[in-house]
């Protein structure tokens, strides 16, 4: 195992802030995990922990086919924020800026660095290509931390066969988003995880990382089409591992223990490949989840429990304003699985409080929420 620092430019001066990364094995194949890129979704990080424990003892057994990346804190500094005691890691505090969207663009990056040199050997171009991102992220002006962030980020999973992005919701079901085209090959993870939604996007809104890392390879194969074969060479999916509050040792190690099984069948782990559980939940269109807000402030009281089934008109919550009596009633338009909750009961007028996966669309625009 190797410990790499990657030092963020534009810290305070008197401080310096870093990226570490753990790489376990060696080879061709590569797989990047990283944990909490919202610093304030923990699940993840504690499963990074146990998966590091796991991957150190398969290296030493020489079980490791290929590469494992962990970065098992993506967001230092999301972590250093707090604000009269409650830490605030989902929005960077200086910019206003949600630290899981607005990651580079790789296609147009990339475009002008293949002119002319790829060919009709699908796996030179991969590699043509990877080389392309790595040089492409590594010449990005970082202007400021959070920017050198992102670019470090991306730079270290840019050129990965898997990536695998593990975050929580507030309080949720296992969860996960993926593209429908990664949908077939990240079908085991999810059955090994026990995800309860699986929800599908192509593009769902303002870059997030998963995306950043899979798209350019779809929009590239789209450009060379007819000319040059161009593979889908990354399988990326965000990870929603339950909610903010559901950290345990039992849970975590049996998460990072399917992410190994996956691992294994994606080649980067020697063995048997495992058992696949059936799958809990048939995919749904992102564009399916009706995300709901409120339209009025007060206390948040749900009258529907996670993993209950909801139809469309169904009281799911009440948002009561106690000085006036009025009680609103919040229903799902969609039918579908009750699979995220909001965990503060202080209900602001315009937030989003639950999550159904439906699956017909009721949705379109940007899919992602804020
Ligand atoms: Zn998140």
């Known amino acids: 195992m190797q410990i790499r620092h990657h030092p ?15 790489h376990y094995g060696a080879g061709q194949a590569k797989a990047y995990v990283q944990a909490s890129l919202h610093a304030d979704e923990l699940p993840g990080m504690l499963v990074a922990h146990h998966l590091r424990q796991r991957l150190a003892q398969l290296e030493a057994e020489g079980q490791l086919l290929g590469e494992v990346v962990v970065v098992p804190v993506a967001n230092p500094i999301g972590l250093g924020q707090s604000v009269l005691r409650r830490h605030e890691g989902r929005f960077d505090l200086a910019s206003g800026e949600n630290f899981n969207r607005h990651y580079p ?22 590699a043509l290509v990877r080389a392309a991102m790595r040089d492409a992220i590594a010449a990005l002006p970082a202007r400021d931390e959070l920017a050198h962030q992102r670019q470090t980020l991306l730079g270290l999973a840019c050129d990965a066969d898997v990536v695998l992005d593990l975050h929580c919701d507030a ?8 593209s429908p085209a990664l949908w077939p090959q990240i079908e085991p993870l999810a059955r090994l995880l026990g995800s309860r939604a699986q929800l599908l996007a192509l593009e769902s809104g303002d870059n997030p990382f998963d995306e950043a890392c899979s798209q350019a390879w779809w929009q590239l194969a789209a450009e060379f089409e007819g000319r040059h074969p161009i593979p889908q060479a990354c399988l990326s999916v965000t990870v929603e591992l ?16 399917a992410l ?6 994606r080649g980067l782990v020697a063995g048997p490949a495992p058992e696949l559980p059936p799958l809990l939940e048939e ?3 992102l564009s399916g989840t009706d995300v709901v807000s409120t339209p009025a402030s007060g206390v948040l009281v749900y009258r529907r429990a996670l993993g209950e089934r909801v139809r469309a008109g169904e009281v799911v919550a009440d948002v009561v304003d106690p000085l006036s009596g009025e009680v609103h009633t919040l229903a799902s338009c969609t039918d579908g699985l009750l699979f995220a909750r909001e965990a503060q009961r202080l209900a602001h007028a315009g937030r989003s409080v639950f999550k159904v996966a439906g699956a017909v669309p009721v949705r379109s625009g940007k899919l992602s929420t804020q």
Do not use: W
């Open 8 to 22: 963020l430019r534009g810290s305070p001066p008197g401080t310096q802030r870093r990226i570490s990364s753990f």
């Open 283 to 285: 995919a749904t269109p």
């Open 260 to 265: 190994i099984g996956f691992l294994r069948l």
């Open 171 to 178: 309080e949720a079901l296992p969860h996960l988003y993926t």
């Open 242 to 257: 339950r909610g903010e509050c559901d950290i345990s040792h039992e849970q975590a190690q049996a998460d990072a223990q």
């Open 105 to 126: 663009a790789l296609t147009a990056l990339v475009l002008p660095r293949l002119e002319g040199r790829l060919g009709q050997d699908a796996a030179a171009n991969v």
